[in-house]
């Protein structure tokens, strides 16, 4: 009866107020993390402005997303994590423009990203436990691990240790978004699947070791075209579920209309 009481008296204003106060403390952190890694982890304040920056264009998109949400939609702890996650992410992409120089190759952006990747596992288990889950949180969470994913393809690419080809890992979902475009059966909703979640986490884990200091080239390289097999065979798997659910329905269509 409380929380009913709580949604009731949610209002528009009230949920954007909370929207923005959480985007705002994030954007605080984000640039004492970055000032950490600037003054302690000898990153240019290029970098950090950059990654700062990256989160601010980020954090307007996400207040705009959040504001057309029906009520009484609230921003919710799984959002703030994601939310969280999304500034470390930020940070690490402004690690792009050292170009294959500290700190593309460093413990410090080894450890920003270990923590991104770990709030990713946490903002999933708060949806579910606290029964935060929606078609928002869902779509931040999807938006924020496939950049994060092209930053690591992009960072282990400027490294020198992985061909180009490494960026396929990367730009492997904004692919299949473009296809959806030209094929609409491919925008079609696909079943839950712990396997895509088990890829989705072995490719940031996998960039992740590539990006380790006394990673070889050779090992990089090895587990790089290990990462990017497995994620060609799920998006197979996951295209052949929809095509073949798209002639299903087709079907049915073409015996109703009979």
């Known amino acids: 009866m409380t929380h009913l009481s709580a949604v009731a008296r949610s209002t528009p204003g009230s949920r954007q107020g909370e929207t923005l106060v959480s985007i705002l403390t994030v954007a605080a952190l984000t640039a004492v993390l970055g000032g950490v890694l600037a003054q302690h ?46 500034g470390l992410v930020c940070l690490a992409g402004g690690a792009l423009l050292a170009s294959g120089q500290a700190p593309s190759i460093s413990w410090s952006l080894a450890g920003l990203i270990a923590a991104a990747l770990g709030l990713d596992a946490l903002d999933g288990w708060l949806a579910r436990r606290l029964g935060l889950m929606s078609a928002f949180g869902a779509r ?10 092209l930053i690591l393809a992009l960072l282990v690419w400027q490294t020198g240790r992985v061909d180009a080809w490494v960026l396929a890992i990367g730009l492997m979902r904004y692919g299949f978004v473009l296809a959806g475009r030209i094929r609409p059966w491919l925008r079609a909703s696909l079943p839950p699947s712990r396997r895509r979640k088990a890829v989705c986490v072995q490719q940031g884990v996998t960039l992740l070791i590539c990006l380790l200091p006394p990673v070889t080239a050779t090992l990089a390289g090895a587990a790089a075209a290990l990462a990017l097999t497995t994620l060609l065979l799920s998006f197979a798997l996951d295209i052949h579920w929809l095509a073949r659910h798209a002639t299903t329905t087709s079907g049915r269509a073409l015996v109703e209309d009979a």
């Not at 402005?49 to 057309?68: E, F, P």
């Not at 931040?140 to 994913?149: K, R, S, T």
């Open 41 to 86: 982890a000898g990153w240019q304040g290029r970098y950090v402005l950059a990654g700062w920056l990256a989160y601010a264009v980020l954090g307007c998109t996400v207040a705009i997303a959040a504001s057309l949400r029906p009520a009484p939609a609230r921003f919710g702890l799984a959002n703030q994590v994601t939310l969280l996650r999304a």
């Open 140 to 149: 931040f969470d999807i938006e924020i691990d496939a950049l994060l994913l």
